[in-house]
């Protein structure tokens, strides 16, 4: 139940996070472009890369704070931080397959997805 609470805390802080700095960025950028959301999928998959990478390689860190920051804090900033490690380590895993499969199905279905849930939207909305 512990866990529970600490992805629930990491998610909050994560979800603001990803608000705040969605936000900011259209200050400096325009916003024709999702710079947005590709800044806090580039700062996710960072912050997930330096804390499985170095923090939890060294043992820098408690397991309750690795869930923290993964789970919690880059799942409630982008989930595409997760998706980013798991394909780097089927790539180091030389499972280049897997990889692929992974980059091809999680982009391509996961926009299909998105484009179902429209035509879907639109047909139940008569538009």
Partial sequence: MQNYFIVFIGAGFGGISRY???NSTYKFLPSNFPFGTL???ITGSFIIGITMYYFDTNNLISKEMKILLTTGF???LTTF???????INLLKEKEFLFA???ILLNVFITLMAVFAAYKLSKLISGI
């Fill in 100 to 102: 692929g499969a992974n």
């Fill in 39 to 41: 800044f806090v999928n």
């Fill in 81 to 87: 931080s997760t998706f980013s490690f798991e394909t």
């Fill in 20 to 22: 705040w700095l969605t």
């Fill in 74 to 76: 880059c799942g409630g």
